[in-house]
């Protein structure tokens, strides 16, 4: 079974960065494309970056420019670097596969103050 083990987030200041973390397991993450996905309170989960198992990616445009999603085949772990952060950027943060997200993780909470 697919297991998503999210980490990284916390409470930083609007303009700072933060690294989040994805171990998988029960999922190849070098041959799927992968996702990190966020849910703000109130709204919908949505998928704000991409990577395809050729090394392409694609990000929400709310993110463009300021997050990079990145992949460790030999640990199999998805990342994704944030930076420029806004306090819109609070929200938890999963990763699964993209577009069809096959499990979740409990995610990892990003808190960015204005």
């Known amino acids: 079974q697919v297991q998503l083990v999210e980490s990284g987030g916390g409470l930083v200041q609007a303009g700072g960065s933060l690294r989040l973390s994805c171990a998988a397991s029960?999922?190849?993450?070098?041959?799927?494309?992968m996702g990190w996905y966020r849910q703000a309170p109130g709204k919908q989960r949505e998928l704000v970056a991409a990577?395809?198992?050729?090394?392409?990616?694609n990000y929400a445009d709310s993110v463009k420019g300021r997050f990079i999603i990145a992949r460790d085949n030999a640990r199999n772990t998805v990342y994704l670097q944030m930076n420029s952060l806004k306090s819109e950027d609070t929200a938890v943060y999963f990763c699964?596969?993209?577009?069809?997200?096959?499990?979740w993780g409990q995610g990892t909470q990003v808190t960015v103050s204005s």
């Open positions: 029960g999922i190849d993450v070098s041959i799927t494309t």
């Open positions: 699964s596969s993209a577009p069809i997200p096959r499990s």
């Open positions: 990577l395809t198992s050729g090394g392409s990616t």
